[in-house]
């Protein structure tokens, strides 16, 4: 059966913090699934991707509030993440 991980268990166990994780999960730079409201990871599919190594950061990625399509999405995905619930 798979270790499903919280945001908060996840960002201990990769000593990132917890805003850090639900941006890369939104970015789909680290392995999650959405449910609902919250982001769940599958431990084994977090050890893989670790394992496998994990690409250089896009550099030309997301930077906060830039003027293109899908940086609402982010944001409310960054709040929602944050916080447990929409604001």
């Not at 431990?43 to 496998?52: F, N, V």
């Not at 995905?77 to 929409?86: A, D, E, L, N, Y």
Request: glycine fraction near 10%; include cysteine; hydrophobic fraction near 35%.
């Amino acid at each position: 059966m798979p270790q499903i991980m919280t945001t908060k268990e996840l960002a201990e166990y990769l000593k990132l913090h917890e805003i850090t994780i639900c941006k890369y999960a939104a970015e789909g730079r680290i392995p999650a699934m959405r449910i609902g409201r919250v982001w769940r990871f599958d431990k084994d599919a977090i050890d893989k991707w670790i394992g496998e190594g994990t690409p250089p950061a896009n550099k030309a990625g997301y930077h906060g509030m830039e003027s293109h399509s899908g940086t609402w999405d982010r944001i409310v995905s960054f709040r929602v993440c944050s916080f447990g619930r929409r604001i």
